[in-house]
């Protein structure tokens, strides 16, 4: 069965630190996207992938950078996290259809 | 600009047609229709492509109108397990499966 896996189902973390969601994907899939889900907002683009090293920004790319080295890997990385950051976090890979993570529920304090 | 879904909540008992509506004020290329139960990931249910085509997932079907820029979700004699929130997915472009995601439509089932 086809997998897109995120490292972290639920994370803690301080004001100003920085934090890194990983999300691996076994279907060979070239394009690989991070959302964030928040209540009433629904699923908000925050970057996304194309093909190793290449990136883009998505509709909330502030405050959030990505790192794609190898093709199954896609980082989402959170410079120094603030509360507004906590939120689901959820990593997707495409061909037809996406195919989501289980999301990381990250929480800022 | 996200896609509008219509409406935001609605309680059908079993065995009731649902239809949930997502219009967006962008020419599209392709719509996807995602349901998720709470605690858990959505999952992909269909793609519609430009081309007016319906497409059907046991008694779930859907339907896109590219002139209107609108896609409609049907269930047809709902089911317990229909419950959960429906998300529209919409995309511009060809190939990328960049897609903007409406705010959900909450169906609830009850015996």
């Known amino acids: 069965d086809v997998k897109v896996t995120q490292s972290s189902r639920y994370l803690v973390k301080r004001t100003g630190e920085k934090v890194f969601l990983e999300c691996v994907q076994d279907?060979?899939?070239?394009?690989m996207f991070w959302y964030r889900q928040d209540p009433g907002l629904g699923l908000r683009l925050i970057y996304f992938s194309y093909d190793v090293k290449m990136k883009e920004k998505g509709d909330i790319p502030e405050g959030y950078s990505v790192s794609r080295e190898k093709k199954e890997r896609f980082s989402l990385i959170l410079e120094s996290a603030s509360t507004n950051q906590t939120s689901m976090y959820l990593c997707?890979?495409?061909?037809?259809?996406?195919?989501f993570g289980s999301g990381t529920r990250l929480t800022v304090v | 600009q996200q896609p509008v879904q219509s409406p935001q909540a609605v309680i059908l008992r079993e065995g009731e047609d649902a239809v949930i509506n997502c219009s967006s004020s962008?020419?599209?290329?392709?719509v996807h229709w995602y349901r998720q139960k709470h605690g858990e990931a959505p999952v992909f249910l269909m793609i519609l492509l430009k081309g007016g085509e319906q497409k059907g997932h046991e008694k779930i079907s859907a339907s896109f109108n590219e002139k209107k820029q609108q896609s409609s979700l049907y269930l047809t004699a709902s089911q317990l397990s229909y419950s959960g929130t429906y998300f529209c997915?919409?995309?511009?472009?060809?190939?990328?499966?960049?897609?903007?995601f409406g705010t959900g439509t909450r169906l609830t089932i009850i015996p």
């Open positions: 997707a890979s495409s061909r037809y259809g996406y195919t």
């Open positions: 279907m060979d899939h070239e394009n």
């Open positions: 997915g919409t995309g511009a472009n060809f190939g990328n499966e960049k897609l903007t």
């Open positions: 962008k020419a599209l290329y392709s």
